[in-house]
T-cell receptor, first 113, second 113 residues
Framework: QQPVQSPQAVILREGEDAVINCSSSKALYSVHWYRQKHGEAPVFLMILLKGGEQKGHEKISASFNEKKQQSSLYLTASQLSYSGTYFCGTETDSGAGSYQLTFGKGTKLSVIP | NAGVTQTPKFRILKIGQSMTLQCAQDMNHNYMYWYRQDPGMGLKLIYYSVGAGITDKGEVPNGYNVSRSTTEDFPLRLELAAPSQTSVYFC????????????FGQGTRLTVV
C-alpha cells in the first residue's frame, strides 16, 4: 500500500521554504526520501528510522513521527537546483521476515527565480 | 563502479510479444527491486528479492515474472505484453533490509503498441 504524500505539487520562488508530508496506514520501519529530476532515476536524500529522529544536511531536513506513521521533508531557502519530484519511500514488514520498500505518488517541486 | 545497470534503455513491443528486462548490480547487495513508473502515479513495486533464490510479489505483480539465480542479476520477464504495461521500469538494489539506501538504475522505457 502506497504511502500518501502531500501536496501533489508546489511552486516556490528562490529562497522560500517548503514542507512535504508523507503518511502511512501501516507500521513503518523506516522512511526514505528521494528526489527525481525529469528523465532521470531517483536519487537518495536521506533515511529516517523509527524513533522520531530528525535528520538533515545543508538546507534539507526531515522528521519521522513513529506514533503517527508520518514523515515530513523540510526544504529551506530553496534553490533552483531543488526542482524535481520528491518521493517518500516507506519500509514495512512484509510478514515473512523481509521488508518492502514502497513509494508515494510524489510531490512535484518547482523553484522559479 | 557501475552500480545498477539496466538494459535495454528503450524498447517497443507489439501486443502479445514477450521480453526480458535485464538488471545487474555490482555492489553485492542482497535486496533488489523492480518498480514501474507511470505519470503521476509514483513508483509501484512489482517484485522484490531479498537474496538469490528468494523473490516476492509487490503491489502490481500481474503480467510479470522474476527470477534471482545470482546475487548480481534480477531479470524481469513480461509475458504477452499489453498496452497497460507501457511504462518506465526501474530496478533498484540495497544492501539489506531496513534503513539502507536504495540505488536505482537509469530505467527502461517500454512502449507496447
Amino acid at each position: 500500500q502506497q504511502p500518501v504524500q502531500s501536496p501533489q505539487a508546489v511552486i516556490l520562488r528562490e529562497g522560500e521554504d517548503a514542507v512535504i508530508n508523507c503518511s502511512s496506514s501501516k507500521a513503518l520501519y523506516s522512511v526514505h526520501w528521494y528526489r527525481q529530476k525529469h528523465g532521470e532515476a531517483p536519487v537518495f536524500l536521506m533515511i529516517l528510522l523509527k524513533g522520531g529522529e530528525q535528520k538533515g544536511h545543508e538546507k534539507i531536513s526531515a522528521s519521522f513521527n513513529e506514533k503517527k506513521q508520518q514523515s515530513s521533508l523540510y526544504l529551506t531557502a530553496s534553490q533552483l537546483s531543488y526542482s524535481g519530484t520528491y518521493f517518500c519511500g516507506t519500509e514495512t514488514d512484509s510478514g515473512a521476515g523481509s521488508y518492502q520498500l514502497t513509494f508515494g505518488k510524489g510531490t512535484k517541486l518547482s523553484v522559479i527565480p | 563502479n557501475a552500480g545498477v545497470t539496466q538494459t535495454p534503455k528503450f524498447r517497443i513491443l507489439k501486443i502479445g510479444q514477450s521480453m526480458t528486462l535485464q538488471c545487474a548490480q555490482d555492489m553485492n547487495h542482497n535486496y533488489m527491486y523492480w518498480y514501474r513508473q507511470d505519470p503521476g502515479m509514483g513508483l509501484k513495486l512489482i517484485y522484490y528479492s531479498v537474496g538469490a533464490g528468494i523473490t516476492d510479489k509487490g503491489e502490481v505483480p500481474n503480467g510479470y515474472n522474476v527470477s534471482r539465480s545470482t546475487t548480481e542479476d534480477f531479470p524481469l520477464r513480461l509475458e504477452l505484453a499489453a498496452p497497460s504495461q507501457t511504462s518506465v521500469y526501474f530496478c533498484a538494489s540495497s544492501y539489506g533490509q531496513g534503513a539502507t539506501e536504495a540505488f536505482f538504475g537509469q530505467g527502461t522505457r517500454l512502449t507496447v503498441v
